[in-house]
């Protein structure tokens, strides 16, 4: 029996798709020039135990089993291989449990980060990580990502809200990683070697998060800067002066203009950078905070700034870095960087895009979870110009190398994927690498999570 | 050439100790009735390069490694085994960089957890992660144990606090793994697996940690109790009102008169059980918050209650909750548990425990970090009575069993080591007990990292 057979006598006929026209929109993400191959079939199980067939069978024929969420992954990391399956966790959106007392909600993968949010609104509660896919990106992607965002300055990344959760592995076992209580240390910590994995390891069926309770409003400092190397100042400002932004976001002209050409949202242009500032902390302590931040703002340059007192106007900015990316690609193909350097390192890897965007006669617009040193240059090339996507590509392995080389990693939060396959090998020593290799091997035995991918 | 003679030809005579008596200090840690060896030597080094000798030392003799912080662990994680190596860390204590920009340390793993703060408190930082051990137990065994503690409820476990380490691998290769920059999902998250692992996995040589600010002043909220089952209702009330407390703490009148009879510390034991709450969120609205924790205590039924308007009484109550353990084992041999149960099961838990102590005529004291569901029941027995010690062990197993039952771990900060080897075969599927053993074996192939603990 062929997988395509023992798929099709296993599994329910409406949660297979072996037609090439649907499959086409299941097998790549959004990561621009990554390469993906047609599987045999795509799986839209809507159980743990359908997920576990379907491992199982790939198990039994040596076949490669790809993960997929919403698609929003910027690294390749879920492009479809020829030969395999591609899990597609679209049909697993319950949220099982929102428990207020425990502050801890269950839910499956393709629940969207969002939904998920709008939920423990409800309850009082909040689900922090919050990356700028967040209307449609997944927890499951988000997982297997370790997926940041804009409130991670302050309140961490997805890992640190991962108790636990449920795995097909790759001995087709369907297991229980982690806990649901408050503190645990019972054997090794197999739920945080999941999270940032890519599927490479197994496939998660189902993931237990902590909460916060809700937060008071945000208060907004906007910040306008003829340089970018002078909004990276302010940024390393706002780090020495030791205060702890809600989010610290950094959005240039280019993606300001792509944004409203797209939603004509009014958005003022008088800067060449804009860094946006949020500040949580409750009562009079926080309006002093807010002030500080001004303050560092102006300190360092700002030729405009201002603590915004209209929600909508700040709410607009704040929409407006969310679509920066989608905005973008629709002035052509757009190669996603994700470095992230020390705070004190902030201006001279700014500096540095813009000389490596001359050097290589590529246009890069910029993005930033500026107060992580997360930086995220947008490399955006013409529509079928070869010679473009050449010189932006050099430019790409060029950032890496300068990041690395103010002791910073290649992936802050997208993940490795494809595109960082080649920055990981320069990041990690032999030796860790083999690690890794060791790992693998121990826990996908049979080499079919994910393969080509990460290592 | 024997390991012996290895280890006095590559290490300086004045790091290695084979004398037996002097060895005795470094052999076993503070678990109760915990078996443990004579090794072939300690070893007391100053460098990671000195770690990497012993280590490929042993990896040649096929020898085990077993590493040592300050011995104060409760589980035998750093029981020395017969034919092998201790590396003890008294002697790498050095603090060799905190970064106010980064928001960052750097340590040697023999730093003691106080003085790493101490050091913090003089930049304006804060380093959280406090262990009731921390006035004596170190960065390196808190990170090998994924140590919690009192502030935990509101800031997390020491995982939370790890961004990298540099580390001894089993297959003897000086690494880093993790990183300094604020996020990083470069490959498999090695530092997550390595903290808790118990020194199963390699030899931590070197910590970096993440540091918060320095925070405002706790309000302290003191409740006394008649029972201690009342005392988890309020437990159960804090959490369901949805405060989130800097600490809650829980004491019974056997740990404060023990406490008491040690130091003197005129301690009031009006109350069979006390909780120690703290707020630290600052302005009135932390003060709104104590009055509502007071309020949960009276509506669990408090005898008494107040906050405490005197920092000093505040401060000795909490000295005394630290000073609980080392004062019970004046007494005479302790077992302490180390369970983690849902918040809402903490009354029920506390119930059976008072149960499960009258059943076996085991006294039990209870301390706990009741806000985390973290209790620490503490099962005393006259000194030289094999029967009392076989009745504790009976009980100390079956208060495993409950806690297993109402959805609680076996280990919420102690670690597995050689006591709770028995609770983890419980807790674990045979399938993630096999997980656990493939990772074992591709990171330690030559079966030296503290062979015999945990898995």
């Known amino acids: 029996m062929t997988l395509f057979e023992a798929l099709g006598s296993q599994i329910d006929a409406d949660r297979l798709i072996t037609d090439p026209d649907i499959m086409a929109s299941y097998i790549h993400d959004d990561a621009e020039w990554a390469p993906y191959e047609m599987p045999v079939a795509v799986v839209r199980p809507r159980t743990a135990e359908q997920v576990q067939t379907v491992v199982q069978a790939c198990i039994a024929h040596g076949a490669p089993v790809v993960t997929r969420g919403a698609?929003?992954?910027?690294?390749?990391?879920?492009?479809?291989?020829?030969?395999?399956v591609v899990i597609a966790f679209d049909a697993m959106n319950a949220i099982k449990e929102i428990n207020t007392l425990e502050r801890l909600a269950v839910v499956e993968p393709g629940v969207v980060n969002d939904h998920l949010r709008d939920a423990c609104a409800e309850h009082g509660l909040w689900y922090p990580p919050d990356p700028a896919s967040a209307p449609w990106s997944t927890i499951g992607g988000n997982v297997a990502t370790n997926a940041g965002g804009l409130c991670c300055v302050k309140y961490g990344v997805t890992k640190d809200y991962v108790l636990g959760m449920q795995v097909v592995t790759g001995t087709g076992e369907l297991v229980r990683l982690g806990r649901r209580t408050a503190k645990g240390v019972a054997g090794f910590d197999l739920s945080a070697l999941m999270v940032g994995s890519e599927g490479t390891l197994g496939v998660i069926t189902e993931v237990t998060v902590k909460l916060r309770p809700q937060r008071d409003p945000e208060r907004t400092i906007v910040g306008y800067f003829d340089s970018i190397v002078a909004a990276g100042k302010a940024v390393e400002a706002v780090a020495a002066d030791g205060l702890t932004p809600s989010a610290l976001e950094l959005i240039d002209r280019q993606c300001l203009l792509a944004v409203d050409a797209w939603k004509n949202m009014g958005l003022s242009?008088?800067?060449?950078?804009v860094l946006l500032g949020r500040i949580d902390t409750p009562g009079e302590i926080g309006d002093t905070e807010a002030e500080r931040m001004l303050a560092c703002f102006n300190r360092s340059g700002a030729t405009w700034s201002a603590r915004s007192t209209d929600q909508e106007e700040a709410d607009a900015l704040f929409s407006a870095r969310r679509l920066a990316y989608p905005a973008l690609e629709r002035l052509g193909p757009v190669l996603t960087e994700d470095i992230c350097v020390p705070k004190a390192a902030v201006p001279e890897m700014l500096a540095r895009i813009e000389a490596i965007s001359a050097r290589h006669d590529t246009h890069i617009a910029n993005i930033a979870h500026a107060g992580d040193g997360n930086l995220h240059p947008l490399l955006i090339t013409p529509h079928d110009d070869e010679a473009a996507r050449r010189?932006?590509?050099a430019a790409f392995a060029e950032i890496i190398d300068n990041a690395l080389e103010l002791g910073g990693t290649v992936t802050g939060e997208h993940g490795v994927g494809l595109l960082k396959m080649g920055g990981l090998a320069q990041e990690l020593s032999p030796a860790v690498v083999a690690m890794h290799h060791a790992i693998k091997g121990a826990l996908d035995p049979h080499g079919i999570m994910n393969p080509g991918k990460v290592i």
């Open 71 to 84: 698609g929003t992954g910027l690294s390749g990391g879920a492009n479809a291989v020829a030969g395999g």
């Open 269 to 273: 242009a008088d800067a060449e950078v």
């Open 391 to 393: 010189r932006a590509q």
